[in-house]
């Protein structure tokens, strides 16, 4: 590749970012829930930075915010979100955003700009990347509500002014591709110095119930032979999990048992009925399925061998996303030459919009280190010098890409 000589302004970069943090301030990250008055507030701030960039921007139905260049050459989308988890962080999803516009504004031509509404889940599942490769329907705005206050989507539409707005669908033959850059949220990065990860992939999430069936009785009086103890049988159970899964995952599996519950949940009675909720993540198909086999064998072996009923699940299972090849080979590049041997590839071990993106067109993402792995927590935080070299990185790799 030609080196470019084209440099972004590191200074008006970290300015847009603090400026933003401003929108639902706590402590020193954010509070930015989806549809909230902070929210699009944001959203609207980010249109007049468009506009002063020369992009042409619009906000949709489902709150997405899009700046499109002009001009009619080769064209990259670059973006991420806007709203964060409750007081959460202030770059989860701001910096893909604003790196997005820097790189616009330091290319001048070819770039256009998104913020994809709800990446979080406040009110479903990747509802704004999902309409925007034309997979949300009407049906499924109809049916979502808010996961803390039970708002309807619906009606937060209403509220933010975006009711009877279109939706807009990106077309993925009239994009070289779409790049999105975020915060590691883990620690890899920073625990071995680096300071740029390229994404090779995003990885599934396969989530299940387990429901315990027993009978419930008085924990003083029902002999310990007799019982059918339905908590009794859940520990039974995620000790299976964890005695097998290590023996059968990759090396970068990860599995959560993240809820318990038991019926009635009283310390004088017998748990008459068990449910845990249970997650895991990778980033091979092959090593999803196995997982999903085991947990299907310790269903059977529990049904066996008795006293309580057990039945499995499936919540859903995402599949997979290899980021583009030529794409990260161009991030691997330019990371060589502003941070020469502090870069390395790796998974997401966290969902991104740009998973749904690689459904329509070429995708792939840039890592910059998180502060002590923290995320999705006010604390959250990236040195600045390492914001500005991602910038840098990723502008140099989108001009690669746009000059093919
Ligand atoms: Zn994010």
Redesign the pocket.
């Known amino acids: 590749m030609p080196p470019s000589n084209m440099t972004i302004d590191g200074a008006r970069l970290l300015g847009d970012l603090y400026r933003l943090r401003e929108f639902g301030t706590f402590k020193t990250g954010v509070h930015r829930p989806t549809f909230s008055e902070v929210d699009m507030q944001s959203r609207h701030w980010l249109m007049e930075r468009m506009r002063e960039a020369g992009l042409e921007p619009e906000i949709d139905g489902i709150g997405n915010v899009i700046g499109r260049g002009r001009g009619d050459g080769p064209r990259l989308l670059l973006g991420?979100?806007l709203e964060t988890q409750n007081e959460a962080g202030w770059l989860?999803?701001a910096l893909g955003v604003m790196y997005g516009l820097e790189v616009a504004r330091a290319l001048g031509g070819g770039i256009d700009v998104v913020a994809w509404a709800d990446?979080?889940g406040h009110y479903g599942s990747f509802l704004g990347s999902r309409s925007g490769i034309g997979l949300l329907t009407e049906a499924d705005i109809d049916a979502a509500s808010n996961r803390y206050h039970g708002k309807s989507l619906r009606a937060a539409l209403k509220e933010a002014g975006l009711a009877n707005r279109p939706r807009f669908t990106v077309d993925g033959n009239s994009y070289r591709g779409y790049l999105e850059a975020?915060i590691e949220q883990g620690d890899a990065l920073e625990a071995a110095g680096l300071k740029i990860g390229v994404v090779t992939s995003i990885v599934g999430i396969w989530q299940y119930r387990v429901n315990f069936a027993g009978v419930q009785n008085h924990a003083g009086t029902t002999r310990m032979a007799i019982r059918k103890d339905a908590g009794v049988a859940l520990v039974k159970f995620a000790t299976e999990v964890e005695r097998l899964f290590p023996t059968l995952c990759g090396p970068r599996s990860v599995w959560t048992v993240g809820r318990i519950t038991l019926d009635p949940g009283a310390a004088s009675i017998v748990p008459g009925g068990a449910e845990m909720l249970l997650q895991f993540r990778d980033a091979d198909m092959a090593v999803l399925k196995r997982l999903e086999a085991t947990l299907e064998d310790i269903t059977a072996r529990a049904n066996k061998s008795g006293p309580c009923a057990v039945t499995l699940t499936n919540l859903s299972r995402s599949i997979p996303s290899v980021m583009d090849a030529s794409f990260q080979a161009a991030l691997d590049r330019a990371a060589e030459r502003h941070a020469p041997g502090l870069h390395q590839r790796m998974p997401s071990g966290a969902g991104?919009d740009a998973q749904w993106l690689a459904r329509v067109m070429p995708a792939a993402m840039l890592f910059v280190p998180s502060i002590g792995g923290i995320s999705h927590h006010w604390s959250e935080n990236t040195a600045d010098e390492d914001i500005v070299l991602g910038a840098q990185v990723l502008a140099e790799a989108a001009a690669d890409i746009l000059a093919r």
Do not use: F, Q
């Open positions: 991420s979100h989860d999803g990446e979080e975020h991104h």
